[in-house]
C-alpha cells in the first residue's frame, strides 16, 4: 500500500497558517510525524496561498533540509508551479498531482512526464464537462486517458488511478460508483495503482473517520493500493493494515503486528 500523507495542504487551516507564516518548526514537524508514522510521499500543495510557486518550493526545501529522504506529490492546479519547483531542486523520486482530460491541463502536465521519467503521476479520470455521475462514465473516461498516456510512452506503472471518491453527503451512491471502478479497473489494468482522497468521502458528515476508515477497507477490497489520507491517525493507520491483512496482503501479519506494536505497546 502506497500511502501519501494528506496534511500539509493549504486548504487545511493549520498548515495554510504554517505556509503563510513561513513556519519551518511546524512544516517539518508534520512532515516527519507522517513520515513516522508510514508516509511513502508527503502531498504538498500551497494552491490557496497569494504566492503559490515560490510557497511550494520553501516547502520541499525546508522539509528536504532537515528530513532529506522526504519524497513529495506535488500538488498544484497549475502544472507551472509544479515544473518551476521541478528546475529549482532535483527529486529523484515524485509524484506529480495531477493530470485529467481538459485539454490545458493533460497539455500542461504530459511534458512533465517525458521530461522526468522518474515521475508518478495521479491520473483524474474526468474532464471540461466535470466528475462522471456514474461507473460506466468513470471508466470511459479512465480508459481514454490511460490509453491517450500509453501511447505517449507513459507506462501504467508510473498511473495513479483517482478512482474519484466524493463526498457522502452530496451524493450517497458515489461510495459505490469510486468502489465498482476500483474494481472493474484493477481487473483491466492490473499493472497501475489505484488511489483514492480519502477524506473526501466523509466531508460534511460527523465523525469522519468512521466513513473514511469503512471506505478504505472497502477500496483495499476492490484493489485500491494507494491512498492520500491521514496516515497520523492510529486508528485509519491499524485499519488500513487490517484490511490489507485480510486480503492477503500482509505475509506472516508482519505488517499489521509491527504498527501494532509501535502504536500500542509504548
Request: glycine share 4%.
Amino acid at each position: 500500500m502506497i500511502v501519501i500523507g494528506e496534511k500539509l495542504n493549504s486548504s487545511i487551516p493549520s498548515a495554510f497558517e504554517a505556509f503563510k507564516n513561513r513556519d519551518a518548526d511546524t512544516v517539518v514537524s508534520v512532515a516527519a510525524k507522517q513520515l513516522k508514522a508510514g508516509a511513502d510521499y508527503l502531498d504538498v500543495n500551497t494552491g490557496v496561498l497569494e504566492h503559490e510557486k515560490e510557497t511550494l518550493l520553501w516547502c520541499v526545501r525546508t522539509i528536504l533540509e532537515t528530513v532529506p529522504e522526504a519524497r513529495f506529490a506535488l500538488d498544484s492546479s497549475d502544472p507551472s508551479a509544479i515544473a518551476w519547483v521541478l528546475e529549482q531542486v532535483e527529486l529523484h523520486d515524485f509524484v506529480i498531482n495531477s493530470i485529467n482530460l481538459e485539454p490545458s491541463r493533460y497539455q500542461g502536465v504530459l511534458p512533465l512526464l517525458k521530461k522526468y521519467p522518474q515521475a508518478g503521476v495521479v491520473v483524474l479520470p474526468i474532464d471540461e464537462v466535470g466528475i462522471p455521475k456514474d461507473t460506466e462514465g468513470r471508466l470511459t473516461k479512465a480508459r481514454k486517458i490511460i490509453e491517450m498516456l500509453a501511447e505517449e510512452g507513459i507506462s501504467h506503472q508510473r498511473l495513479y488511478l483517482d478512482i474519484l471518491a466524493e463526498a457522502l453527503s452530496a451524493d450517497d451512491a458515489s461510495g459505490r460508483f469510486a468502489l465498482e471502478t476500483a474494481e472493474i479497473l484493477r481487473r483491466e489494468y492490473p499493472e497501475i495503482h489505484l488511489i483514492a482522497g480519502l477524506s473526501n468521502v466523509s466531508f460534511g458528515l460527523p465523525k469522519r473517520m468512521f466513513l473514511n476508515n469503512a471506505f478504505l477497507s472497502a477500496a483495499i477490497t476492490m484493489g485500491l493500493d494507494a491512498a492520500i489520507m491521514d496516515i497520523t491517525n492510529d486508528v485509519t493507520r491499524m485499519t488500513m493494515r487490517a484490511a490489507l491483512l485480510v486480503n492477503g496482503k500482509d505475509e506472516y501479519c508482519m505488517e499489521y503486528l509491527t504498527d501494532f506494536r509501535e502504536i500500542y505497546d509504548n
